[in-house]
């Protein structure tokens, strides 16, 4: 028997695992269960068409902008007391909008969900890496973590689409109370708190000026795929975004105590690590979005149907969580991000062909399979790759990073590829159903090329060792 598989978890990490993947699950779900119900959220509680966006802007900016943050304050003053503080504060947030009646409120509840996800989950990650140790149960638990994570993105469709056909849009809100209160009660005698024996001095200018740079990246992102690339406002938040974030760049490099140490961002195995992540995860959310456009409104699915039918990308999503470990223990965390990549773009390039009668779906729900397993597998080797063969003391600022990739390649994926359909059926002279399938054709050539580019930048430059179990640096 191969020696990597007889490792087992305990019982305390067996719970520590259900509790912190329902958390996990729970928060990913949040970022797109409402995005189906938006335009009767918008009638319900009075939202204007042009303001509408703002209900899932408000939560990314937060979710993005704050997780590096969050993610170093777990390490300062406990990940299991930032983790039930920031579950606390889910619960609170979602009863707060599923009760809302007009706009302010509901946009604050979700303020605090955005918060909320940018506390909870670079803790629960911290918690999981620490709680596991380097090797193979390590993996296993980052593969269902990253499974879960995934399929919680697709099942928030289905599930959004659910509730409000069959209750209310309020009962994607209330959702995440239960679960909250579960949480809470269990986790203080499940989860064990963890921090660094001697607390660090916090950074005060770089986490002003990397909070800063992320809001400003985060509003540009989005609002370029409300508005357009070249509009002043886009192009004013992208600038200041850049800016910001090469100034926390030089407070780092200066400051005697930094928020994220220079040392640990140069280490390959960290930053390309992250950059593939994040390319992973804006690839594959993006291609979800142009697919929703796709089956809408070239076949015509209602927002329901367009969700069900991305149930089979979450079974691939879930495929690949088990499966990804497996392959990291054969090739390594770096080649199993390639490995992942190509065979992603593999799949999402026939995509392109789809046309307008309906038996096209057979091709995309088996390309979005395939798809899927692999993303999963590049998703898990990017986070065993970028927490590898870092001390305890520092899991939580890696897991803090990671966390940062997820939500900005989650974020920004949609904008850069609306951005691209956009510009394509305005050059052909406005919308019609050829069109937009003309304009979604060519952005997932684009979507496939970035998987492939990605690939190619972790295979030359993130080079490993032949022991697959050394990290990489």
């Known amino acids: 028997m191969d020696q990597r598989t007889r490792p087992r978890m305990t019982t305390k990490q067996r719970l520590t695992l259900v509790l912190l993947l329902s ?98 989950t670079p803790a629960a990650l911290s918690l999981l890496t620490t709680a596991f140790p380097e090797g193979p149960l390590r993996e296993r638990a980052l593969g269902l973590n990253g499974a879960l994570m995934a399929a919680g993105f697709t099942t928030g469709a289905i599930l959004g689409g659910v509730l409000t056909d069959l209750l209310s849009w309020r009962w994607a809100f209330f959702v995440n109370v239960p679960v909250a209160v579960v949480v809470l009660v269990l986790a203080p005698s499940t989860l064990t708190e963890t921090r660094p024996a001697e607390r660090p001095k916090l950074d005060p200018l770089g986490a002003v000026a990397v909070t800063s740079g992320l809001l400003a990246l985060i509003y540009g992102l989005t609002t370029a795929g409300e508005r357009s690339w070249s509009d002043p406002a886009v192009l004013g938040a992208l600038g200041a975004g850049v800016l910001l974030l090469a100034a926390f760049w030089v407070i780092e490099k200066r400051v005697a105590a930094p928020l994220v140490p220079v040392a640990i961002l140069k280490r390959r195995s960290v930053g390309l690590g992250n950059v593939a992540g994040l390319l992973a995860f804006a690839t594959e959310t993006s291609l979800v979005f142009l697919l929703t456009l796709y089956l809408q409104k070239v076949l015509g699915y209602s927002p329901l149907g367009a969700g069900l039918a991305f149930a089979v990308l979450g079974v691939g999503t879930v495929l690949g969580g088990i499966v990804g470990p497996r392959v990291i223990g054969g090739i390594g965390g ?35 399979f395939a798809g899927g397993v692999a993303n999963l597998v590049a998703i898990v080797g990017f986070m065993v790759t970028a927490t590898s063969g870092l001390p ?71 080079r490993v060792p032949t022991n697959p179990r050394r990290p990489a640096v």
Request: aromatic fraction near 8%; proline fraction near 3%; hydrophobic fraction near 60%.
């Open 392 to 462: 305890d003391g520092e899991q939580g600022l890696a897991t803090g990073l990671a966390t940062m990739s997820q939500q900005v390649g989650i974020t920004m994926g949609i904008p850069v590829m609306s951005a691209v359909v956009a510009a394509y059926v305005h050059a052909q002279g406005g919308e019609s159903v050829g069109n937009v399938l003309g304009g979604v054709s060519v952005a997932i050539v684009v979507n496939a090329a970035f998987c492939l580019v990605t690939a190619v930048v972790v295979a030359l430059f993130l």
């Open 334 to 368: 770096a080649r199993a991000v390639v490995a992942g990549l190509v065979v992603q773009a593999a799949s999402t390039l026939p995509l392109a062909l789809l046309g307008p009668e309906p038996g096209w779906i057979a091709l995309l729900l088996v390309a979005t």
């Open 23 to 120: 958390a996990s699950f729970t928060l990913a779900v949040d970022f797109s269960i409402l995005n189906v119900a938006l335009p009767e959220i918008g009638e319900s509680v009075g939202f204007s068409l042009r303001n509408l966006q703002w209900i899932a802007t408000a939560f990314a900016l937060c979710a993005a902008g704050f997780t590096l943050l969050f993610g170093r304050f777990a390490d300062f003053f406990g990940r299991r007391r930032l983790f039930l503080s920031g579950m606390a504060l889910l619960g609170v947030a979602s009863l707060a909008g599923g009760l809302a009646t007009s706009p302010e409120p509901l946009l604050i509840a979700r303020v605090a969900q955005g918060l909320a996800t940018a506390a909870v």
